[in-house]
């Protein structure tokens, strides 16, 4: 069974240039997590999605910052008109379904890593 | 709100070391509690988790207890290897499952 699927795993931008990140969750999974890892910090949520709705988005950046999750293909987080700022480690994470008192823990993937030049 | 406090690092041991890494949190409700480890250029790897009070999590010779009273996970391991260098984190899973983590912390075992 693979896991957390991430492409790519790194991704050079210059400033001003759109970024595309790629996650496909472990098979499933239909609940899918991203977090940002800043250079010598620990992860940060960003947006919780499920198969074509989010759920949460609490931790996005209300600007340049989007997420889709649709019901073919893989979880895209998108990064329009990049700055140096948005360098960092973007970790996707899935999990399987869950209700009421149950949590499930996430599996990550190995991540992608963006250099904004 | 929720958060995690771990200790600061680098921890730096001898192999065969005795392992403590601190961790304490806050939370409101009962939160799962996780502890992940990041190998250099990788992603995140589930340690260990307990899910609720006096719950012990175990796994490849490291163990965290879920302390209600004093709020901590603390992890530990007897003997650490070389092998075990990497960062660790402390979560915590809150509303919607969202994990909240710690800073991390970098352990450097020495041969």
């Known amino acids: 069974n693979a896991g957390v699927m991430q492409n790519p795993r790194h991704l050079v931008r210059r400033r001003g240039q759109e970024a595309r990140l790629r996650c496909s969750p472990m098979?499933?999974?239909?609940?899918v997590y991203w977090y940002r890892q800043l250079p010598e910090e620990g992860l940060k949520f960003m947006v919780y999605l499920q198969k074509e709705n989010i759920i949460d988005e609490s931790g996005m950046p209300k600007e340049r910052f989007s997420a889709e999750f649709p019901k073919e293909g893989p979880s895209i987080l998108r990064i329009q008109q990049v700055v140096r700022g948005d360098s960092a480690a973007y970790f996707c994470?899935?999990?399987?379904?869950?209700?009421?008192?149950?949590?499930?823990?996430?599996?990550f993937g190995p991540g992608t890593r963006l250099t904004v030049t | 709100g929720n958060s995690v406090t771990q200790m600061e690092g680098p921890v730096t041991l001898s192999e065969e070391a005795f392992l403590t890494i601190n961790c304490t949190y806050t939370a409101t409700g009962y939160p799962s509690l996780f502890w992940y480890v990041q190998y250099p250029g990788e992603g995140l790897q589930l340690l260990l988790k307990?899910?609720?009070?006096?719950d012990k999590g175990s796994n490849k010779g490291f163990e965290a207890t879920y302390r209600k009273e004093t709020t901590s996970f603390h992890l530990e391991k007897g003997s650490v290897q070389v092998s075990d260098s990497a960062v660790y984190f402390c979560a915590l899973s809150a509303w919607r499952n969202k994990l909240v983590f710690g800073a991390g912390t970098i352990l450097r075992v020495k041969s």
């Open positions: 307990a899910t609720k009070a006096d």
């Open positions: 994470a899935s999990s399987p379904s869950f209700s009421g008192q149950i949590k499930y823990e996430q599996y």
């Open positions: 098979k499933g999974h239909s609940h």
